[in-house]
Each structure stands twice: as structure tokens, then as C-alpha cells.
């Protein structure tokens, strides 16, 4: 499994808006749900939904990164977006340090072991040091893209 088979390259986010984790988080879904045909209710569940997983334990793993994610009945395919923040946001990451790196991954419930295989990829990539460097420098959409495309290429990626 590549990136580039679920992230949702349409739904990139070079500079976030928001400056708070549930705002982030509100922000990246409501750029996918129009991506993959969510409603206004949809997103606003999904959201909702996010932010929960999210306070049961933070999806900031360090490194300046955070990988939100849940499966909910009203995504029909796995999605993922990826946003950046300049300033940084608090996401209560497990070294404190703030996250600069988001990618937000959406799933269908019924599909427990691709949403594995997905978060696995992801985070194979964001160990990578030059990766998140990468992507913590890319200010366009088209720089972001351009990363994820690479990753696929990498061996093992």
C-alpha cells in the first residue's frame, strides 16, 4: 500500500487556520468531507468523533507530528489529509513539544485491517527524519504532494 492509494491529495493543507487541536481537527476534516461526498451533518459527526478518539489519548506521538484518526460509519473509503502549521498547535503530544506535521485519517468501520495497514504507513514515514523535515518545510500544496509521491517511491515505502 502506497500514500498516494488513500491520501487524498485534493485535501492538503499547506498553512492550517486553526490554532487549537480541535480546530485543527475540525478544519482538516471539513476540507476532506467535500473530497469524499460527507454532508455538513457527516463532517460535523466525524469531527465530533475525532475529537473524542483525541481526548482518550493523544494522537501526537512526538517529533512534531500528530496522526488523528477514527472509523465512522458515514466515511464509505479510507481517506487521509495532510496539513502543516507554520506556528505550530498543542496537541498534548507525548514529548509536550508542539505539532507542525497532521495527517488525518478516516475510516469505515467495517474495514479494521486496512485502516491498520494505513496507519502503518504513515507511520513508517513519519520516522523518517528527512520526511518530516520535508514536510515541516513545504509551504504549497504542490511541495506536499510532490513528498508524498516520493515516499512511494522510496524502497519499502
Known sequence: MKLSDFIVTEATVPELQATDRNGVIREMVS??????????????????????RENQGSTGFGKGVAVPHVKHPAVKRIAAAIARSSTGV???ALDRAP???????LSPPDNPDQHLASMENIFRHLQRDTFRRFLRQASTKEEIVDLIKEADELPGG
Open 31 to 52: 476540507t476532506l468531507a467535500s473530497c469524499i461526498d460527507l454532508t455538513e451533518e457527516e463532517a460535523a459527526a466525524v469531527s465530533k468523533a475525532v475529537i473524542q
Open 90 to 92: 498543542d496537541f498534548a
Open 99 to 105: 505539532v507542525y506535521i497532521v495527517v488525518l485519517l
